[in-house]
């Protein structure tokens, strides 16, 4: 980071707040290597305590928007519209119809939700939940005795599964 830059960001921070001790050693080490930014620095300073003695002037909420009308108007006399219709939703135009439907849709799913606990369709889930969970899940000696020519049997080449076929055809 050149020494510009250096100088730039601490200025940039005391135009915000007051500068820590870690940042007033920087600037005394910059001032060290270079005696003209102190000069400068001074210079500055007697601007941002010039700015911090005035008084805050309110801004209207639309500033932004009148200063870009202005430019525009100022450049080739055309005032652009079409970031104001990016930078609002479509749905804005409709006022409360938007949250109105949000609502009704949120009553409907709990009133829906409501119905189907009355019905007992849990009930019928519950038992058929117990009748899977009693099933025997381990297979028995039985079925694990041909389990190595299973196994075989699913590494056969896959060309051979397509022969098969088109000779049954």
Do not use: C
């Not at 102190?38 to 309110?58: A, H, K, Q, S």
């Not at 058929?128 to 297979?139: K, Q, R």
Request: aromatic letters at 10%; charged letters at 25%; a negative charge.
């Amino acid at each position: 980071m050149n020494q510009d830059s250096k100088y730039d960001d601490l200025l940039a921070t005391r135009w915000t707040r007051e500068l820590r001790q870690d940042e007033q050693a920087k600037l005394e080490r910059l001032f060290a290597e270079e005696p003209a930014y102190r000069t400068r620095w001074e210079e500055d300073m007697t601007i941002v305590e010039g700015l911090d003695g005035l008084p805050d002037v309110p801004v209207s909420s639309n500033f932004t928007s009148l200063v870009m009308q202005s430019l525009a108007r100022r450049v080739d006399g055309t005032v652009d519209h079409s970031s104001e219709a990016k930078s609002t939703p479509w749905w804005v135009g409709f006022g409360f119809v938007p949250r109105l439907g949000v609502g009704f849709a949120l009553v409907l799913a709990v009133f829906g939700s409501y119905l189907q606990y009355k019905k007992g369709d849990s009930t019928q889930l519950v038992e058929s939940l117990a009748l899977v969970t009693e099933s025997e899940t381990v297979p028995s000696l039985e079925e694990l005795q041909h389990f190595e020519a299973i196994q075989m049997l699913a590494q056969v080449p896959v060309d051979v599964d397509w022969e098969l076929i088109t000779a049954t055809e």
